[in-house]
Every structure is written in structure tokens, then in C-alpha cells.
DNA sequence: GTTAGCAGTCAACGCCCGAGAGTGCTAACG
DNA sequence: CGTTAGCACTCTCGGGCGTTGACTGCTAAC
């Protein structure tokens, strides 16, 4: 059916399409890639591929560009594994021997190292609260009106918010507030925490006032979607170098896309926890603004815990072999960075 | 010099390039604004502010264009007051009516407002930790190995961060630490701090080894130039919006710029505490990315300490009467949201 | 099955031309 | 002397048109 040839053939057009962002013709293949045959045969191997729907004609009398089912296949069975080049590794290395101190600036650091390696934009989630597991509940009283909330994870999360208190409050109700709220919150992971609980505990302690509500505030806004999901993108001006986005109509359709963090954090998979490099091509993906990009990720870790997802998103037309392999690359280097925050 | 007719044709001029993105011909001023005279005589007065410096042209058959100078003129001089309107106010309004518990989402929730109404892009400046004076330091022990590091300000501002502890230092060996650390830093202004005062603390706590580093490793950080402003923009795809921005490469120097966050900090002027609104037009901002550009800034606070800028970036064709009474709203509300976070 | 040759198709480019918008100049007017 | 009408001139923009070049698909021969 699809024969040693053909391969060769889909594969030659895919790459220099690729290359050159212009539609390749047959006499292109016959040139620069030297399979010893005609421009004539290709010219039938390609009328062939693209009945079989791997290629498309932007029109009659243009060369042919690989279609969503071309690169699907490219990047499964044709593509060539690559590793990264010294200069890509190095690049690397040098961005996270660096003290890094906070998750913060490590994630917006490999943001900026996975777009200007792949040359597209970067697309990483940061760690998501409402997978932890509460461990702790700390209170730490700040001056006579105010108090520091702070929330500790199983998985070492620690997430922290200024919250008012009320005069009244004594030192030991302080402690007992705490204590409380460890007692019923323990244990349970914040996106199955039932809001019962909260609601018990509103209840229960509702004699605290303002400083509970505070509380439960906090806790209950990291439930709604929509703020779940810290996104940080690195690059997005690179979308400008596109030879696809030319046009501003569709530029903006990204764009603005990317603005929207759920949506895109949807689209990243930011709650699948898959192995390996996931590859999302054109209309794959479902959504019209992004029909002609495509979305390469990975899932990272810190220390031995799943925190998200890095990948990057550009044109379908992209070098899938240097993506995946400096995605990997990137993700397995941050994931063995074994520091926790 | 300068006569009344000549700032009513300028002002006619202005407004309506700012409404319709189109060069303006005598013909089109006479007829829209009846100033009572003939086109003819306004070509008279055309060719005289032109000669000024307050106009220009594209090209010979063209209409005519304000200049740097002639926006300038006309935001000193010309234009209108203006007052938000009903359906601003309310939209302003129901953005803060939210209880807003954390100055990130708060922030984050004003740039939005703030490109919504204006329809163009927002930057707003964070809390700058530099500038605040050292109240207090905490160390909370979480578990064995790891303790929160509180920086306390005597402007209400928290910053935290967790830091690995070595096992061997004991919970006494702990409140030490922090009382040299409260000794040596109290009172001190971070940007005024002296090195040698760092460097003293790291001589004399020398022993308690990495805990120790790592509380001036984050205050050092803080204190290198391009960490020190957190940077909110919002809507920067409005850009694409502007027919200015139609060209690629006018776009492409515009957003690559909005990415240099220390760049964007710079030019909203970050670090002037100014009152009232500030207008930057075009080569006045001396900055070739930015020659089209107009900038629109206020300082803003919550309570009573200043915080920083807000304001908005578009082109130098944009509605300065709306845009000032927009931003001047919406600067007054979140200064008067009196706050502590 | 492969290839050379050839006719046919289509986008891109350059060119020209006319329409339209706007100016500057001049002369006349009050 | 300021204002105005008239007119010639300039320049951009868009459409129409033919040329060029890059492909393809088909056919017939190898």
C-alpha cells in the first residue's frame, strides 16, 4: 500500500516544506533529494499520496504541502529520532546552573530556554494546588491586625496569603483557628475536598469572624476553575516570524488565544499525566484558531512529583524531530532537578 | 501667533485622525466642523501649522497628519475634559465589587479593566519590594528541613519564600538567625541597604551555613536590576486591533518590546513618583520601537503608599480625553480601595 | 514500471491607466 | 488684507492585462 518509495517521497516533501514554507514540487524532490528516479515518477508517487490524503495543492498548478494526515504520519512512523546538539545542550545547562530559588523563576527561565531553542512559543503550567494534599495549616500573627496564612502540601507546596484579622482575636483562639481547620482538612486533596466541609467549618467557626472567612476564601477561590492553572509563556512574538501568520487575521486568532489561560491550559493537557512527548497537529486539536498550529508537550516533574506541562506551539509546519528532541530533553532536565520550593 | 481659528482647525484635525485613521483634507474639516469659513481658508491655516511643525503629510496629495508636536499641543492646550461615562463608571465598578484577596489577582483584574475600556494595551507596575523599609523577618520551621523566610515591610508588604534548613541547626540556633538578621536589616531601605552590611551578616552567621545564604541570596536577588519590578500587561493583542500595526514589522518591534519587562518598567517611568497623568508621545519616548506610539501613565496606591504606575500603551493616534479620565478613574479607585495585603 | 515530452493551469509580477482626493497658486471679491 | 472660487497639478490606489515561471497530468515510447 504505502511502499518503501513513497516513504521516502512523503518524507522528502515533508521535510523540505518544512524548510522553506513553500509548496515542493517534484522536480525539487528529484533534485535535492536523490531517490534515482524522474520528477516524473515522483510526480505519479505524489498524485498517489495525495489521493491517500497525505498531501494537499493550495491550487492546480502550485508543488504539494503535506496535510494534517502527512504530518501525523510523518511524525509517527518517517520522522528520524534526533538528539539535541552539543550547542543546545550546553544552552541548557547553562540556564539552570544558575541558583534558581523559587518555582517561579525557574518556570519563567524554562520558558524563555524552550522558546528560544525551538525558536516557537513556550507553554508551561506551574504547579497546581488543587492536586496537593493538605498537610498543614500554619497561622503566623503579623503585627497587632494581620496574620500569615500558610498551607502546606504533602508534596511540599507551600502556598501563603496575608489575611486581616480582627482585634478581638487572642493568641490562643489564633491557635485554635489553626487547629481546627487542620483537624477537618488533613488529609484531603483540594479538588475532592467536599464543600460540606467547608461549609461545617464556616459554621463551626463562625465566631472567628473575618480571619475564617479569609480562610475559606482562599481555599474555596483556588477550587474555581479559571484560577487554577498558573500559565506562564515564553515567546509569543515568535508567532510574528511565521511565514503563516503573515496574515494578521489569523495572527490575531492565536494570539488572542493565548491570552485565554484556561483555554489554553485545556488545550496543553495541563491535567493529563502522560509519558513521554505528545504531538497535536492542525484541526487535532479541534479548535479553529489553532488549525494550523501545532502542539508538541511533555509532563515534567519536581523531585519524584508531577507538577505539569511544558511544550510549545507553532506553525504544523515545524521541525518535529529538533522540537521533540529539545522538549525532552528540557523537560527531563528540570524534572531531575530534584530541588523542591 | 497662534490664533483661535488655528487651534480650532488643529483640534478638528486631531480628533478626527483619531476617529478614522485617515489622513485630513481641508474639504473634510470644513465640511464635518462648521468653523464658517471656507476650505480654501482652511488650507491657508493647514499650510500655516504645517509650517509650524504641529502638521504633516504623507505625501504631496495627501491630507494632513498631526505631528509629535501637534498631539502634543493638543493635549496641553486643546483638549477637552472629559469625565467617564455612566457605563464606564459601572463597569469599573463591578470589577472591584469582587472581594479581591491578593494584590496578584487584583493587578491582574485592573490591567484587564483598564485595556477593556480603553481598548488598548495595559501595563501595570507591582509592588516594589526594593523600596520598602525592613520592619521584620520571620523564620517559620515547616517539618524538619525547610523553613518559610517572612520579609516584613513597615509598608505592610509581605514577601516569602521557603528555604532548605540543614538538619543540624536546632529550633534555638533558628530564632538566632533571625534576630541577627532583624538587627542588622531593621529600618534599612532594600536599595539603599549597603553590600557591606550583607556581607558583614554573612561573615558573622557564617556557621549556620546555607540557611543563612539563602535569606541573602534572595535578598541580593531582589536587588539586581531587572528582578525588581513584577510587570502586568493586559491585552496585547489589542495592538493588532490598530491599522497603524498592520505591518508586520511595526507589530513585531511593538510586541517584542512589551517582552523586555525592565525595558516596559523604564519607560512607564516605574520609579517617578509623579501626580496625576503622565502623556508620552511618540519620539518624546526616544525609543524607535516605540516612534508610533503614544504612553499614558498614572501613578497609583493602595492605602496610602505609593505602589507604582498604571497606565496604557497604543498608538499616538488615540483618544486622550478618554483615555486620561479613564485611567485617572480607575488609578483613584484602586488607590482608595485602602487595602493591606 | 519508468521516463521524456508536451499541453494546460494558475499565481505572481510588473505595467499602465483612470479615478479620486487633496493641495497650492492665482486672481477676484468685499 | 483676509477670504474665497477656480483650476491645474500631484500622488495614491485599484483594476485590468499580458508575461513569466513553476507546476501538474497525460500520453506515448522505452
Given amino acids: 500500500m504505502i511502499d518503501d518509495r513513497k516513504n521516502k517521497v512523503l518524507q522528502a516533501i515533508v521535510e523540505d516544506y518544512v524548510a522553506t514554507a513553500e509548496p515542493v514540487g517534484s522536480r525539487t524532490i528529484a533534485r535535492k533529494y536523490n531517490l534515482g528516479v524522474s520528477p516524473a515518477t515522483i510526480r505519479n508517487e505524489m498524485s498517489d499520496l495525495e489521493d491517500m490524503g497525505y498531501l494537499e495543492q493550495p491550487h492546480t498548478s502550485a508543488g504539494r504541502v503535506p496535510s494534517d494526515l502527512g504530518y501525523r504520519y510523518y511524525v509517527d512512523c518517517l520522522m528520524p529520532a ?21 518555582v517561579d523563576t525557574l518556570i519563567r527561565e524554562t520558558a524563555r530556554l524552550l522558546s528560544d531553542t525551538t525558536q516557537l512559543t513556550a507553554v508551561i503550567s506551574g504547579p497546581q494546588f488543587e492536586k496537593a494534599v493538605f498537610k498543614e495549616i500554619r497561622l503566623v500573627p503579623l503585627g497587632r491586625d494581620r496574620a500569615l496564612l500558610i498551607y502546606i502540601t504533602d508534596r511540599g507546596l507551600v502556598e501563603n496569603q496575608v489575611v486581616e484579622v480582627p482585634v478581638e482575636v487572642t493568641m490562643l483562639e489564633f491557635q485554635q483557628v489553626a487547629e481546627i481547620l487542620n483537624e477537618q482538612l488533613r488529609g484531603h486533596r483540594m479538588d475532592t475536598l467536599p464543600r460540606t466541609v467547608l461549609q461545617a467549618l464556616q459554621r463551626e467557626l463562625s465566631r472567628y469572624g473575618s480571619l475564617l472567612e479569609q480562610a475559606l476564601y482562599f481555599l474555596e ?8 492553572h498558573r500559565l506562564y509563556l515564553g515567546g509569543t512574538t515568535r508567532m510574528l516570524d511565521q511565514p503563516e501568520f503573515r496574515d494578521v487575521e489569523k495572527l490575531r486568532g492565536v494570539l488572542s488565544f493565548l491570552e485565554q489561560e484556561d483555554a489554553v491550559a485545556t488545550v496543553i493537557g495541563v491535567d493529563k499525566e502522560t509519558e513521554g512527548v505528545e504531538i497535536q497537529i492542525g484541526e487535532e486539536i479541534r479548535l479553529r484558531e ?4 501545532s502542539i508538541v ?17 507553532g506553525p504544523r509546519r515545524m521541525e518535529y524531530p ?10 527531563s532536565y528540570v524534572s ?4 523542591r520550593f
Fill in 322 to 331: 529538533k522540537v521533540v528532541a529539545i522538549l525532552n530533553a528540557i523537560a
Fill in 82 to 102: 534526533r538528539s539535541i546538539s552539543p550547542a543546545e545542550h550546553e544552552r541548557i545547562r547553562q540556564t539552570f546552573q544558575r541558583k534558581i530559588r523559587e
Fill in 221 to 228: 477561590q483556588r477550587l474555581e476553575p479559571g484560577e487554577r
Fill in 290 to 293: 489553532l488549525a494550523d498550529c
Fill in 297 to 313: 508537550t511533555a509532563t515534567y516533574r519536581l523531585g519524584d512529583e508531577i507538577i505539569g506541562k511544558m511544550g510549545v506551539i
Fill in 336 to 339: 531531575e532537578l530534584n530541588r
